[in-house]
């Protein structure tokens, strides 16, 4: 069965750090470029990171840029986004997606949840 | 990158076939033929419905259809069904090789 399993959400202070896992089955991990999309709460899609499938490239959005990492460890078959300076604004859920075509995203995470609050 | 412009809300009948749009700009929509569309649930991870502007994935209705012109990237829906209630997002490809979401269009199946 294919999918995405996120991990390593949960509520962290201003200013703290958190690192979120996706892990894929039922497909290897290292033939994609995986990306990162975010939801807050009743808000609409943001697109957070994406990492080439050999992890040779990188690219951000403006809104995380110098704070969040996203990498990669194919013998694991997981990747990873590092999120540090954690601020309100970064509350949400965090979805991992597996690139089918430029922009479309065919297997999807079920999301995990991340709060920022003091 | 500000988010793409899409309608709050657009509502139809069952039976009926609804339009709506994606607007952005030429570096993102209008400079390349990377637009595709969400399907998304409450509580449910999206649903890729069209990649490449008009591109429909396998298992994907053939209700469902996309087009663009200039910077405006629009989804249809034929024959409207109770199912079809949900929320819409369009994406883009961007000149920074970023992408970008629009603001989410959320159909009504009156």
């Known amino acids: 069965h294919v999918q995405l399993v996120e991990s390593g959400g949960g509520v962290v202070q201003p200013g703290g750090s958190l690192r979120l896992s996706c892990a894929a089955s039922?497909?290897?991990?290292?033939?994609?470029?995986i990306h990162w999309v975010r939801q807050a709460p009743g808000k609409g899609l943001e697109w957070v990171a994406f990492?080439?499938?050999?992890?040779?490239?990188?690219y951000y959005a403006d809104s995380v840029k110098g704070r969040f990492t996203i990498s990669r460890d194919n013998s694991k078959n997981t990747l990873y986004l590092q999120m540090n300076s954690l601020r309100a604004e970064d509350t949400a859920v965090y979805f991992c997606?597996?690139?089918?075509?430029?922009?479309?995203?065919?297997?999807w995470g079920q999301g995990t949840m991340v709060t920022v609050s003091s | 990158q500000p988010a793409l412009t899409q309608p709050a809300s657009v509502s139809g009948s069952p039976g009926q076939s609804i339009t709506f749009s994606c607007t952005g700009t030429?570096?993102?929509?209008?400079?390349?033929?990377?637009v595709s569309w969400y399907q998304q649930h409450p509580g449910k991870a999206p649903k890729l419905m069209i990649y490449?502007?008009?591109s429909r994935p396998s298992g994907v209705s053939n209700r469902f259809s996309g087009s663009k012109s200039g910077n405006t990237a629009s989804l249809t829906i034929s024959g409207l069904q109770a199912e079809d209630e949900a929320d819409y997002y369009c994406?883009?490809?961007?000149?920074?090789?970023?992408?970008?979401f629009g603001t989410g269009t959320t159909v009504t199946v009156l």
């Open positions: 994406i883009s490809y961007t000149s920074g090789s970023t992408y970008v």
């Open positions: 990492i080439r499938y050999d992890g040779s490239n990188k």
């Open positions: 039922g497909f290897t991990l290292s033939d994609y470029d």
């Open positions: 490449d502007v008009s």
């Open positions: 997606a597996k690139r089918y075509y430029v922009g479309a995203f065919d297997i």
């Open positions: 030429s570096s993102d929509v209008g400079g390349y033929n990377y």
